[in-house]
């Protein structure tokens, strides 16, 4: 896939992470869009590794989809959870 379709993936998969992960969220439009693309890089890494599958094959399939999703919701909950600390903190 180009860098293109990445952003895409990552911004949708950014944004679908968010919906489904209940609190608020100290980012904007590009630090979802970030967690999106790293999201959908650790999911395709994790589907790898755990599963043995090449969970990133193109943009319209469901595999590159669920494992950027899921990528993104565990970035996104440790950015919360580092991004919440500093904000308490300061």
């Not at 999106?36 to 989809?65: H, M, P, Q, R, Y």
């Amino acid at each position: 896939m180009g860098i293109i379709a990445w952003v895409i993936i990552g911004l949708l998969a950014g944004l679908i992470a968010k919906a489904l992960t209940p609190g608020r969220d100290p980012g904007g439009l590009v630090v979802t869009t970030l967690i999106g693309v790293a999201g959908g890089l650790l999911g395709g890494w994790l589907g790898k590794v755990i599963f043995g599958v090449e969970a990133v094959d193109g943009f319209f399939e469901l595999s590159t989809w669920v494992a950027a999703i899921i990528g993104s919701i565990i970035l996104l909950l440790i950015y919360r959870a580092v991004a919440g600390r500093r904000t308490h903190h300061a």
